[in-house]
T-cell receptor, first 109, second 117 residues
């Protein structure tokens, strides 16, 4: 399968911005996604970006895509304690979705 | 109403037993998936069905057999359970998109935590 990599942990203070990074290998990916998983829960789709876009903003979330470097990032502005969770990036190629290992975001009050 | 539901939420069983996990989606989607999430949170696709037909079958032991009675249901049957099968199993669904031209985002169920003793 394709490789999707993320750093495992990120710790920020409440009110700061968080930036979660992801790299992928499949240059033919059509869509890239960010999912959030809270403890004991399933994955919740946060946002997605089409591969011909550079940026997408949705309220406190900003997704940046550098297709040349195959790098995807998720910026969360004004991070809150409720944002503490594991964040997964995923790439899609037709019917296959490849997920990263997840980045555990810890927000300190 | 829950979009993608799984039962049971928790399953504790002895090694060697046979068990099933059920998944249902009421989104009208054509494609359903099973994922396994291990203790390190790695999420790996196991199977995908489109309109009741198997389209993805990753390297999964043949003790795992998916069954899709209709396109709204995809059940996972596991024979001769082993300790290494302990994980959280997620069902997901998406619309089919020919040529991958739509967002075709996946919607996940809440997961089934399987513990094999």
């Amino acid at each position: 399968g394709e490789d999707v990599e993320q750093s495992l942990f990120l710790s920020v203070r409440e009110g700061d911005s968080s930036v979660i990074n992801c790299t992928y290998t499949d240059s033919s990916s059509t869509y890239l996604y960010w999912y959030k998983q809270e403890p004991g829960a399933g994955l919740q789709l946060l946002t997605y970006i089409f591969s011909n876009m550079d940026m997408k903003q949705d309220q406190r979330l900003t997704v940046l895509l550098n297709k040349k470097d195959k790098h995807l990032s998720l910026r969360i502005a004004d991070t809150q304690t409720g944002d503490s969770a594991i964040y997964f990036c995923a790439e899609r190629n037709f019917n296959k979705f490849y997920f990263g290992s997840g980045t555990k975001l810890n927000v300190k009050p | 109403d829950t979009a993608v539901s799984q039962t049971p939420k928790y399953l504790v069983t002895q090694m060697g037993n046979d068990k099933s996990i059920k998944c249902e989606q009421n989104l009208g989607h054509d494609t359903m998936y099973w994922y396994k999430q291990d203790s390190k949170k790695f999420l790996k696709i196991m199977f995908s069905y489109n309109n009741k037909e198997l389209i993805i079958n990753e390297t999964v032991p043949n003790r795992f057999s998916p069954k899709s009675p209709d396109k709204a249901h995809l059940n996972l049957h596991i024979n001769s359970l082993e300790l290494g099968d302990s994980a959280v199993y997620f069902c997901a669904s998406s619309r089919q998109a020919a040529g991958g031209k739509s967002t075709d985002t996946q919607y996940f169920g809440p997961g089934t935590r399987l513990t094999v003793l």
